[in-house]
């Protein structure tokens, strides 16, 4: 299978590389300096064509829809995003040129490489940053300035480059972010049930029980499971048992294991009777009773998303993977509904805004031909109009703002937010018409600002619709006004601040650089834990989830588990130390 991989992998950049010799007739921007005005660099007939290598992307192509139109009409400019696939970096490494636009997924090995190794482009050269990217400069300095200060920590203090930002960037660090792990379940069939009460694993595990005997099909008549996991983010550990552990225990996903942010504690993913395996045992005992999608492991987290729409999952912990693609309008209209519910025992995390911005970072290829375009593309997404664009949709299409300064969907955004696939047609889509909303939406997959940030463009309103004044005290539907009846909470927040919960402190942390031995060694290390996970995940007894987990501990440990896992202890202590600084540094303020 690897095998293959490698050979898409080499396909997908042959193609790409003979895409850019294409675009090499077309008139280039030149590597001098840049022209000062915005989307100057292409004034010509034919849209330029830029191709987007995004980590994060789960999509390959070119940009479909409404954003698509959006991108030609303020930049005649086309995207084709290029996913992580098993041997994309190097590949694009050998080949000498990683993309005009660059999404790392981290601040991680591949990242120092390509500063290391010259394959980004400085934003100061060529005054590129004060011409094209003054929004930028002057809302997102802190953010600026810990990207400085992490090229110099990769350059031993040889250069303090500006190669871009990372994700999720906030003004201050005084509040945290907007809960993540919601633990959404469906509502109205724990109404059904008589509100049981669910304190921890052992009566979740019993409530989807209930649930089945009540729902056994989907709305295609096919069997209903608890919760449906998917691969495609598996790292380190098996993603959605680590996240698992985060929003139950309210450890953070962390190197080799989770770690405990009030305490600096780290649990190893191979901790007997830890996090992780705890976990990895929760999702084994919902597989022998019939409660996990058996496609787990090989599904794609499209594939999962459409089960969920038909009604065929009971529970997820992420939103995104839950209520907002399963309360459409015809769901609500029938009385379906799922929401928040949150176990007694469980204390989730949420973590803090970080004007640093994360580990995300958006950056320019070096040896881009457009690296005024790419500029410009990059601060108008962290526009405040350009960011609510790449979220909600065209603005005045799918949202406006009123006269009191809320931000507000359009009927049509409105039914796009209800149901993703709503068409975008053309009486009400105009010139963004074509395709689902869905199609339409940026296959980047990063993020600019915090979604918790106050957009200041309105007199209130952050950049997360949740939580919009036109929106959060809104009842449409009686299944609705039951969960607020029920909970004596009108939001999310306002349930979940209620609860016990824990907050990451924001810092400038970034992870050590692994020389290549040791990379080899984390490497097959992982691959080890995350083959033996889904193995553990999906033993038919206890007995065989005890022997592939004691297999996986085992091999592991021959690989050279206990100097990752120092690694990662390593690890640890400087976050601890910079989340106690950025506690001490809170209190003098």
């Not at 920590?153 to 906030?170: C, K, N, P, Q, R």
């Not at 959060?472 to 909470?489: C, H, P």
């Not at 990451?504 to 996970?533: H, M, R």
Request: aromatic share 14%; charged share 25%.
């Amino acid at each position: 299978m690897k095998k293959i991989r490698r050979i898409c992998a080499m396909m997908l950049i042959i193609t790409m590389i003979a895409s850019l010799a294409a675009c090499g007739n077309q008139k280039p921007s030149g590597r001098g300096e840049p022209n000062s005005t915005p989307g100057a660099n292409n004034n010509s007939d034919a849209p330029v064509e830029l191709v987007v290598y995004s980590q994060l992307a789960n999509y390959s192509g070119e940009q479909q829809g409404w954003f698509a139109k959006l991108l030609l009409e303020k930049f005649n400019a086309k995207i084709t995003i290029i996913p992580d696939n098993d041997g994309v970096f190097d590949t694009r490494m050998e080949a000498g040129t990683l993309g005009d636009i660059v999404v790392f997924g981290s601040t991680g090995n591949d990242y120092k490489r390509a500063v290391k190794s010259g394959m980004l482009l400085d934003w100061n050269k060529y005054n590129l940053l004060d011409n094209h990217g003054t929004y930028i400069r002057d809302n997102m300095g802190t953010a600026l300035k810990s990207n400085k200060n992490l090229t110099s920590t990769i350059t031993e203090g040889e250069s303090d480059a500006l190669y871009g930002f990372g994700h999720s960037v906030a003004s201050s660090s005084d509040s945290h972010e907007q809960f993540f792990y919601t633990w959404d379940i469906r509502w109205d069939l724990y109404k059904k049930l008589g509100y049981p009460v669910v304190k921890d694993l052992d009566d979740l595990v019993t409530l989807f029980e209930q649930m089945k005997q009540l729902e056994p099909t989907d709305e295609n008549g096919n069997p209903t499971y608890a919760v449906s996991l998917w691969p495609d983010w598996d790292g380190n550990m098996v993603m959605y048992v680590k996240a698992f552990a985060t929003a139950y225990w309210g450890y953070d996903e962390f190197q080799l294991g989770v770690y405990d942010a009030d305490t600096g504690t780290m649990h190893d993913a191979l901790e007997k009777d830890g996090p992780y395996l705890t976990s990895l045992k929760f999702f084994n005992t919902l597989y022998q009773k019939g409660l996990l999608d058996p496609n787990s492991m090989t599904q794609t987290f499209s594939e999962m998303i459409e089960k969920l729409k038909s009604g065929g999952l009971f529970f997820s912990i992420f939103n995104y993977a839950g209520s907002l693609q399963f309360n459409t309008d015809a769901h609500l209209s029938a009385g379906k509904y799922m929401y928040t519910m949150v176990p007694e025992n469980a204390v989730p995390l949420c973590y803090g805004m970080s004007p640093y911005g994360g580990n995300r970072v958006w950056t320019i290829g070096a040896n881009t031909e457009h690296p005024e375009l790419c500029m410009d593309i990059i601060n108008y997404l962290c526009t405040p109009d350009g960011y609510m664009e790449l979220l909600y949709g065209p603005k005045d299409v799918t949202w406006y703002y009123d006269e009191k300064g809320r931000a507000c969907f359009t009927e049509l955004g409105e039914k796009c937010q209800n149901d993703k696939d709503t068409p975008m047609t053309e009486a009400e889509a105009g010139k963004y018409a074509g395709g689902a909303f869905h199609d339409g939406e940026c296959q980047i997959n990063n993020a600019t600002w915090s979604s918790s940030e106050l957009n200041p463009n309105t007199t209130g309103d952050t950049y997360d619709s949740k939580y919009w004044r036109s929106i959060i005290n809104r009842i449409d539907y009686d299944i609705q006004q039951d969960w607020v009846d029920y909970t004596g909470a009108d939001s999310i927040a306002s349930y979940m601040e209620k609860l016990k919960y824990k907050v990451a402190p924001a810092t400038e942390y970034n992870e050590a650089e692994q020389d290549d031995d040791f990379e080899l060694i984390w490497k097959q290390v992982t691959t080890c834990i995350v083959d033996y996970s889904w193995k553990a995940i999906y033993a038919g007894s206890d007995g065989e989830f005890n022997y592939y987990v004691n297999q996986m501990i085992s091999t592991a440990n021959a690989y050279g588990y206990e100097k990752c896992k120092q690694w990662s202890f390593d690890e640890a202590a400087k976050r601890h130390a910079l989340e106690e600084a950025e506690r001490e540094k809170n209190k003098t303020n």
